[in-house]
């Protein structure tokens, strides 16, 4: 699968919940830079321990996912660090299937943050609810979990 914008997200434990424009509260505003150099923007997804927004890349000029923490989780918890691990081993991969890393960091606060390409599309869940029954697509779906397995 490749990650360009017409791909399929095979992982959907990030819910989708764009139409959002307001960041994640304890986080940058809008046109504040993460990290000196992200202007953080739409959330595009949630998870039990962290969000992920739409972000400006201000020294490249692109589009780029940016991965955070949520703020209540301590920068010093197990959670921050398998957050970091999974960073750095997304990091070492290389699969037109994973959207590749573009860096790793840690804010002043102490808390990761991870910034990777941009992959816009909809995700397995939001395709398999627009089938009329189990049937339709199957042999697109099948190729997807090839391709990922």
Known sequence: MAADDSAVRPDDSVAPTRGLV?????????????AGRYELGELI??????????ARDTMFGRDVAVKLL?????ADSPA??????????????????IPPAYELGTLSNGQPFLAMKLVKGQTLRQLLKQRPSPADGLGRFIA?????C
């Not at 949520?70 to 301590?74: G, L, N, W």
Request: a negative charge; aromatic letters at 6%.
């Open 22 to 34: 307001s960041p994640t509260p304890g986080f940058a505003a809008p046109l504040e830079l993460l």
């Open 45 to 54: 997804g949630a998870g039990g321990m962290g969000v992920v927004h739409q």
């Open 70 to 74: 949520r703020p209540e989780v301590p």
């Open 80 to 97: 921050a660090t398998r957050f970091h691990t999974e960073a750095t081993i997304t990091g070492r991969l290389q699969h037109p299937g």
């Open 144 to 148: 997807v979990f090839e391709q990922v």
